[in-house]
T-cell receptor
């Protein structure tokens, strides 16, 4: 069974601060996706990374896939209250199904 | 595109009753997934279908759970009999997973059904 551990589990910061959340595994994944989930809604895809070492930027969000394709990070610059939500990483494996991490609950205070 | 549609949004039932959750995937998607989300266990895959055929149901917790996909536009997840420990948010998601080389297509989630079994 492929497991994904996310850290921290909870994060509360002030508007304007920077933050990084991590997604780690002992297994190699063919791809890594990041989702954000808001209360009362389903997760929504933010980005997919597929190549070891790949870095993708989405406005203030920077996603990185580890060289060995076992880990990933999400960095948010100058966080805003609208960034509040549950951030989930999900690893793609040979069975074409995704394994989801436990999530990081981010709260950005105004 | 209306997205993935789930019903009902909320379900409150008594232990022992049958519960049926419904899902309409995005038109044209060939894969459908049922997930369960709780604070303790996070997002767990229960079962997924490809072209209406169940591919992997190893995540279904017990025989009390069953899922069907009679056609490409409809799926149900049934719990009979329900128990308090089944209380969770159940999500349906669809994708074109088998249409890609490496299965990197995103999952499109519905807004979930919040199930409370008392």
């Amino acid at each position: 069974t492929q497991l994904l551990e996310q850290s921290p589990q909870f994060l509360s910061i002030q508007e304007g601060e920077n933050l990084t959340v991590y997604c780690n595994s002992s297994s190699v994944f063919s791809s890594l996706q990041w989702y954000r989930q808001e209360p009362g809604e389903g997760p929504v895809l933010l980005v997919t990374v597929v190549t070891g070492g790949e870095v993708k930027k989405l406005k203030r969000l920077t996603f990185q896939f580890g060289d060995a394709r076992k880990d990933s990070s999400l960095h948010i610059t100058a966080a805003q209250p609208g960034d509040t939500g549950l951030y989930l990483c999900a690893g793609g494996g040979s069975a074409r199904q995704l394994t989801f991490g436990s999530g990081t609950q981010l709260t950005v205070l105004p | 595109d209306a997205g993935v549609i789930q019903s009902p949004r909320h379900e409150v039932t008594e232990m022992g009753q049958e519960v049926t959750l419904r899902c309409k995937p995005i038109s044209g998607h060939n894969s459908l997934f049922w997930y369960r989300q709780t604070m303790m266990r996070g997002l767990e895959l229960l079962i997924y279908f490809n072209n209406n055929v169940p591919i992997d149901d190893s995540g279904m917790p017990e025989d009390r759970f069953s899922a069907k996909m009679p056609n490409a536009s409809f799926s149900t997840l049934k719990i009979q009999p329900s128990e308090p420990r089944d209380s969770a948010v159940y999500f349906c998601a669809s994708s074109n997973l088998w249409g890609t080389r490496s299965g990197n297509s995103p999952l499109h989630f519905g807004n979930g059904t919040r199930l409370t079994v008392t």
